[in-house]
């Protein structure tokens, strides 16, 4: 049985042994072997091995290793408290790491608590948001926040947590929304900036620095945004290496 997410490998016809009862007479005491190449399938032949292919074989989706048990999680930060849906550990091989709460996230949160002056009636993107950790403890203070992330399924769990920020009884933003950003599309930025033609005061972004092939296309990003506010935008980064020493 053949378990994947693409097509299963080709199967052929082994070469098959021939015994000396299976050749001409060449002699009492002669002994020999050869091997006989495959014949070729007839149109019946590849039809049955078709269909026995097709038995054996078990396609996957990529929804198969998506985890959805997600706990409602109790985050505190000074005296901000939140309430999020999340992943408490990665489950699956699957990369969905947006599902989870990094430590780079804490770390900036921390900060942006103790320092909320910075972020007082600001309009603030947030890059990588994963469940939203972050934007949504800003828009307690923000004018605007937008999170945004490339993954359906993570993008999926944000807006569900934004709804549960937004029907709390707690303070909150009504400009709180969530986008659909893949780092380095210009048409997606573009698409993101007319919808906000004041562009943002700040560019967010914890723990989204752990692919080192998609560096490049994130400051590509993060330039794109801080030219449209002609020097008046800054960038904020959170990163808590985990590396082993």
Partial sequence: MFLGLGPPPRLTRSPVLKTVSEMPHKGSAE?????????????????????????????LDESFFVNRDYDLTTFTFGSHVLNLFCLRSASTDYDLTGQLV????????????????ILEGHSVIELGSGVGITGILCSRFCREVVLTDHNEDVLEIMKKNIEIHLSSSEPSSPGLTAEKLEWGNSVQISEILQKHPGGFDLVLGADICFQQSSIPLLFNTVEKLLHFQEGKCRFILAYVSRAKR
């Fill in 102 to 117: 990094w430590p780079g996230a804490v770390l900036l949160n921390n900060y942006l608590s103790k320092n909320a002056e």
């Fill in 31 to 59: 002994l020999a072997c050869h091997l006989r190449l495959p014949l070729p399938l007839s149109g019946h032949e590849r039809k049955m091995q078709k269909e026995d292919e097709a038995d054996d074989t078990l396609f």
